[in-house]
């Protein structure tokens, strides 16, 4: 029973699942969007969403917070000089998911998750 279970397991242990969302978003903020499967792009967005929101504040314990899950620093910096002042006036909703399909190995459902322009 999933009584108050949040998320997707992803099939994967707690700590290879944070693994993975760190390494998702830390590809999201370096290339502006990703292609990955529809589940993982639904984990993903509220998650890099978050570490926006940090980069908005721009003060030295947001960049602490964020750090704890971006380990590349010119992505860090990237996320707080670019994307955090791109979204500086807008309140939230900062990806959009597309989905794409079917993969053609697995048929898993494939989207990409990008960073709005605005």
Partial sequence: ??????GRQLSRTASHR?????????????????????????ELRPFAER????ARRGDLHARRLVERRIKD?????????EIGKRF??????????IKLGH???????????ELLSE
């Fill in 51 to 54: 570490l926006i929101t940090l």
């Fill in 103 to 113: 993969r053609v190995g697995d048929g898993a459902d494939v989207a990409r998750i």
């Fill in 73 to 81: 620093k010119s992505v860090t910096t990237k996320l707080f000089a």
């Fill in 18 to 42: 944070k693994a993975t969302l760190n390494n998702l978003a830390l590809s999201l903020f370096e290339h502006g969007g990703i292609r990955t499967t529809l589940a993982k792009a639904k």
């Fill in 88 to 97: 500086a006036a807008r309140p939230g909703g900062y990806t959009r998911i």
């Fill in 1 to 6: 029973m999933r009584h108050r279970a949040k």
